[in-house]
């Protein structure tokens, strides 16, 4: 049963309708050699019945590990609700609204999650969601550059705590309109920007993380003031539940943020193997037309009646095409739903709760991990739930081990941070109990005393 | 229709040209064009001091229905922008040749009169569209 609803007869009719002489007419524009002749390395079709089989077989490969990677995406506890509300139909079957104003409870869904993330990042305006973290990156810088039209340099300040694959999209995606990322250098001992900042060109933007990759606390205020004060802009990129602790970027500095942008997915998306995840965007109001997406408003109707409308949508691509503020403007319509019921179930006061606890938890782990011989902190200062720590060996093979013994250990931050050495990232976040922290500790305290890695 | 203002250069983007006293161009948007986009709720305008090359943006206007650029229709360099419009660009809707203007450019040479409109070709482009 193939599920396609038209027969060969239809297929031909249309063919005919459009005067083209078989499918394959339709994909002539692609250049012959990027065509592919045959798919070798597909195996051929497999009955429902044994693909599910594969499938659970490949599942049960993975194990139920206890997870302790950070590194961009968290282990969070997502409330039953959260998903048996964002699959009804009325939310799961939804789309980007074309005729938007006819689905009045996607629009004020979207108004709410927009609010409840301007709160959250202390800005004025959110844009209703970006892909992920690393495309908000992108479309942060390609609005700063819009936005600082005084600036022409087109050269973007990246602190040393700024993901490094948000960066390789970055540059993927602006790098085509002569945007440019340059590094801010480290301190070995803070693991944050070094002291003396450079006195050269301005930059047109500076994009500050907080909590750094690698797991520190920046001094956001001393950055967001020194970059204000060379007139550049001031990209604020943070994790949105430690927003429930740590001061919003909207108030860093004198004058706060002008772009707030992250990752959306601890707001109550699983980590599901790395997506799907969603971008979030804020901005001061003054800058509010540069934002790409969409924005959801609350109006009146004729009769007088609250309702919800699309605004600034004449810089959007169906109207603007080739000139709009971004053409990947769509938004992660599920995700934000799920993060909208998460963030109005939990409510701040829960929100600032799972914070603590997973502070506390890491807290606890490292200190558990650190009275390990061989496993020292990497930096000195505050963190929040992801902390840096320096192994007497190779990372990787300490890994290969825990994963044996069921615990993802960890991020190896050697392949992106190469002058760390031996570095492994780790957090635990709420959902880990006293007794599973015990659980790694003595298990990394075993791979460590059988001499993982030592040799390597 | 109104009548077109007689001592005005036009282009076929809808735009039109004023040479001031002082040498300086004086650009707009037409009284059609306000009425076909609608009205306006932002003014992006370029800074003083750029230059501008014919044929390529200036600057964008935003109405509720679509924001569309405007077009340099000579070369030079902008000596002013209607500053006005920022808070309140419905000025454009109100008064299209007088102070809804929207930058001052002073030219770069002589101006090519041959590549901008009559007024009567103008109206003439206008009359074409209608049909």
């Given at each position: 049963?193939?599920?396609i609803?038209?027969?060969?007869?239809?297929t031909e009719?249309?063919?005919?309708?459009?005067?083209?002489?078989?499918?394959d007419?339709?994909?002539?524009?692609?250049?012959?050699?990027?065509?592919?002749e045959?798919?070798?390395g597909?195996?051929?079709?497999m009955?429902?019945m044994?693909?599910?089989?594969?499938?659970?077989?490949r599942?049960?490969?993975d194990?139920?590990p206890?997870?302790?990677?950070?590194?961009g995406?968290?282990?969070h506890?997502v409330p039953?609700?959260?998903?048996?509300?964002?699959t009804?139909?009325?939310?799961?079957?939804a789309?980007?609204p074309?005729?938007?104003e006819a689905s009045?409870?996607?629009l004020?869904?979207?108004y709410e999650?927009?609010?409840?993330i301007a709160e959250l990042t202390g800005l004025d305006?959110?844009?209703?969601?970006?892909y992920?973290?690393?495309s908000a990156?992108a479309?942060?810088a390609?609005?700063a550059?819009r936005?600082?039209r005084k600036n022409?340099?087109?050269r973007i300040l990246?602190?040393?705590g700024?993901?490094?694959?948000?960066?390789k999209?970055?540059a993927?995606?602006?790098?085509?309109?002569?945007i440019t990322f340059e590094?801010?250098?480290?301190d070995?001992?803070?693991g944050?920007?070094?002291?003396?900042?450079?006195d050269d060109e301005?930059p047109?933007?500076?994009?500050?993380q907080?909590p750094s990759?690698?797991?520190?606390?920046?001094?956001v205020?001393?950055?967001t003031?020194?970059?204000?004060?060379?007139g550049?802009f001031?990209?604020g990129i943070?994790n949105?539940t430690?927003?429930?602790l740590?001061k919003?970027?909207g108030?860093w500095?004198e004058?706060?943020?002008?772009?707030?942008?992250?990752?959306?997915?601890?707001?109550?998306?699983?980590l599901s193997s790395?997506?799907?995840?969603?971008g979030f965007?804020t901005?001061k109001q003054k800058h509010?037309?540069q934002?790409?997406g969409r924005?959801?408003?609350r109006?009146t109707?004729?009769d007088?009646q609250?309702?919800?409308?699309l605004?600034l949508?004449?810089?959007?691509?169906?109207?603007?095409?080739?000139?709009?503020?971004s053409?990947i403007c769509t938004?992660?319509?599920?995700m934000?739903?799920?993060a909208?019921?998460?963030?109005a179930l939990?409510?701040?006061?829960g929100l600032?709760?799972i914070?603590?606890r997973?502070?506390q938890n890491?807290?606890?782990?490292v200190d558990g991990l650190t009275?390990?011989?061989?496993?020292e902190r990497?930096?000195?200062?505050?963190?929040f739930h992801e902390?840096?720590?320096?192994?007497d060996r190779?990372v990787?093979a300490?890994?290969?081990?825990?994963s044996e013994?069921?615990?993802?250990?960890?991020f190896?931050l050697?392949?992106?941070?190469?002058?760390?050495?031996?570095?492994?990232?780790?957090?635990?976040?709420e959902?880990?109990t006293?007794?599973?922290?015990?659980a790694f500790?003595a298990a990394?305290g075993e791979?460590?005393?059988e001499?993982?890695?030592?040799?390597a | 229709m109104?009548?077109?203002?007689?001592?005005?250069?036009?282009?076929?983007e809808?735009?039109?040209?004023?040479r001031?006293?002082d040498?300086s161009?004086?650009i707009?948007v037409?009284?059609?064009?306000q009425?076909?986009?609608?009205d306006?709720?932002?003014v992006e305008?370029?800074?003083?001091?750029?230059d501008?090359?014919s044929?390529?943006?200036?600057a964008?206007?935003?109405s509720v229905?679509?924001a569309?650029?405007v077009?340099?229709?000579?070369?030079?360099?902008?000596?002013?922008?209607?500053?006005?419009l920022?808070d309140?660009p419905e000025?454009?809707n109100?008064?299209?040749y007088?102070?809804g203007?929207?930058?001052?450019i002073?030219?770069a040479?002589?101006?090519?009169?041959?590549?901008?409109?009559t007024?009567?070709?103008?109206?003439a482009?206008l009359?074409?569209e209608?049909v």
């Amino acid at each position: 049963m193939p599920f396609i609803p038209h027969t060969e007869k239809d297929t031909e009719e249309m063919l005919e309708a459009i005067g083209a002489p078989d499918l394959d007419a339709l994909f002539d524009e692609i250049p012959k050699d990027l065509m592919i002749e045959s798919l070798d390395g597909v195996p051929d079709a497999m009955s429902e019945m044994a693909i599910k089989r594969l499938m659970q077989e490949r599942a049960a490969q993975d194990g139920a590990p206890m997870c302790f990677i950070g590194a961009g995406a968290y282990d969070h506890h997502v409330p039953q609700a959260v998903w048996d509300i964002a699959t009804r139909s009325e939310f799961y079957t939804a789309y980007t609204p074309y005729q938007a104003e006819a689905s009045q409870g996607t629009l004020q869904t979207i108004y709410e999650y927009q609010t409840m993330i301007a709160e959250l990042t202390g800005l004025d305006v959110s844009n209703a969601s970006l892909y992920d973290g690393a495309s908000a990156l992108a479309e942060a810088a390609l609005m700063a550059v819009r936005g600082n039209r005084k600036n022409k340099s087109g050269r973007i300040l990246l602190a040393p705590g700024v993901n490094p694959t948000y960066e390789k999209v970055a540059a993927v995606i602006a790098g085509a309109q002569n945007i440019t990322f340059e590094r801010l250098e480290m301190d070995s001992v803070t693991g944050n920007t070094v002291a003396d900042l450079p006195d050269d060109e301005a930059p047109v933007a500076i994009a500050i993380q907080q909590p750094s990759f690698p797991g520190t606390l920046e001094d956001v205020d001393r950055l967001t003031d020194w970059a204000h004060e060379r007139g550049a802009f001031v990209i604020g990129i943070v994790n949105p539940t430690s927003l429930a602790l740590l001061k919003a970027p909207g108030h860093w500095g004198e004058a706060g943020v002008d772009i707030a942008c992250g990752e959306g997915q601890p707001l109550g998306v699983p980590l599901s193997s790395g997506g799907p995840y969603f971008g979030f965007m804020t901005c001061k109001q003054k800058h509010v037309r540069q934002m790409p997406g969409r924005i959801i408003g609350r109006t009146t109707d004729l009769d007088g009646q609250p309702g919800f409308t699309l605004t600034l949508q004449a810089r959007e691509q169906h109207i603007r095409r080739s000139k709009a503020t971004s053409n990947i403007c769509t938004n992660q319509g599920l995700m934000v739903t799920a993060a909208t019921i998460y963030m109005a179930l939990v409510g701040f006061h829960g929100l600032r709760s799972i914070a603590c606890r997973s502070h506390q938890n890491t807290a606890r782990l490292v200190d558990g991990l650190t009275a390990l011989d061989g496993v020292e902190r990497l930096f000195e200062g505050p963190y929040f739930h992801e902390v840096a720590l320096r192994l007497d060996r190779p990372v990787g093979a300490v890994l290969e081990a825990l994963s044996e013994r069921n615990i993802l250990g960890g991020f190896d931050l050697q392949p992106m941070y190469p002058d760390l050495g031996n570095a492994l990232l780790v957090c635990a976040t709420e959902t880990k109990t006293d007794a599973d922290i015990e659980a790694f500790v003595a298990a990394l305290g075993e791979v460590l005393a059988e001499g993982n890695g030592r040799s390597a | 229709m109104s009548e077109l203002p007689g001592d005005l250069m036009y282009t076929s983007e809808h735009e039109w040209l004023r040479r001031e006293d002082d040498g300086s161009i004086s650009i707009g948007v037409t009284d059609h064009a306000q009425a076909a986009l609608g009205d306006f709720v932002y003014v992006e305008l370029p800074e003083v001091g750029q230059d501008v090359e014919s044929g390529g943006d200036m600057a964008v206007v935003e109405s509720v229905k679509a924001a569309s650029d405007v077009y340099a229709p000579i070369d030079g360099k902008v000596v002013a922008v209607n500053d006005g419009l920022s808070d309140d660009p419905e000025t454009i809707n109100s008064d299209p040749y007088g102070e809804g203007w929207i930058v001052k450019i002073e030219p770069a040479g002589e101006i090519d009169e041959g590549a901008l409109l009559t007024p009567d070709a103008y109206q003439a482009l206008l009359d074409e569209e209608e049909v």
